[in-house]
């Protein structure tokens, strides 16, 4: 179980990491994944730096996503299961 704390903590550790890769205020991201905390971290952590969000629809084709590189700085993560989907 996630408390208040864990999800601020993980949200400044993205936002951070973000700033460190030059993402900054109006900087558009765009984020893709799947259906997890880590990917609301994602989000949160980018919109902490002042960037707004394109959520990305994670069965887009390749050229799809090639498309929306020329229109947004995407910023991937590698996603770990931690758990198991119901």
């Not at 993205?14 to 991201?29: E, M, P, Q, T």
């Not at 259906?35 to 919109?47: P, W």
């Amino acid at each position: 179980m996630l408390t208040y704390r864990d999800v601020d903590s993980a949200v400044h550790r993205v936002a951070s990491g973000l700033n460190r890769l030059g993402v900054r205020h109006n900087d558009i991201v765009a984020c893709i994944g799947p259906n997890s905390h880590e990917y609301i971290f994602a989000v949160l952590g980018a919109m902490c730096n002042g960037a707004p969000v394109a959520t990305v629809n994670p069965s887009y084709t390749a050229c799809e996503l090639a498309q929306m590189k020329l229109l947004y700085a995407i910023v991937t993560y590698t996603h770990t299961p931690t758990h198991t989907p119901v």
